[in-house]
């Protein structure tokens, strides 16, 4: 059974920063995504990557990127085991929604929501124009 524990999130003015950490514990391989939901819209991946760590080496696969956050968002720290961070810049109102860290076991085969098996409990990230 994999756990996720997320940090960050709050409120910013446009053009402000923040950043979103992800611990992961239970399983070595994972497909790790962020997603959002804002009020009345669907759940829709911000990010997502393969991560495998084996004996102290780390390995990822090709990072996602939705279109939207393209330029703005980042997540760094890409080859530490057992995190997934998502670092976001210039920040915009309609980036306002609740956060959500999740994964399943394996390779990003799919990016659906339905595919994740795991999510964290969410956090609120409101930006203010």
């Known amino acids: 059974q994999a756990q996720l524990l997320e940090s960050g999130g709050g409120t910013v003015q446009a053009g402000g920063s923040l950043r979103l950490s992800c611990a992961t514990s239970?399983?070595?391989?994972?497909?790790q995504a962020w997603f959002r939901q804002a009020p009345e819209k669907e759940r829709e991946v911000v990010a997502a990557?393969?991560?495998?760590?084996?004996?102290?080496?780390?390995?990822?696969?090709?990072?996602f990127l939705a279109d939207s956050v393209e330029g703005r968002f980042t997540v760094p720290r890409i080859n530490v085991a057992r995190t997934l961070d998502l670092q976001m810049d210039n920040l915009r109102p309609e980036d306002t929604a609740t956060y959500y860290c999740?994964?399943?076991?394996?390779?990003?085969?799919?990016?659906?929501?339905?595919?994740?098996?795991?999510w964290g409990q969410g956090t609120q990230v409101t930006v203010s124009s």
């Open positions: 999740a994964a399943y076991i394996g390779p990003c085969d799919s990016l659906a929501t339905s595919r994740f098996q795991y």
């Open positions: 239970g399983y070595s391989g994972f497909c």
């Open positions: 990557v393969y991560k495998e760590w084996t004996s102290g080496r780390v390995t990822s696969g090709r990072l």
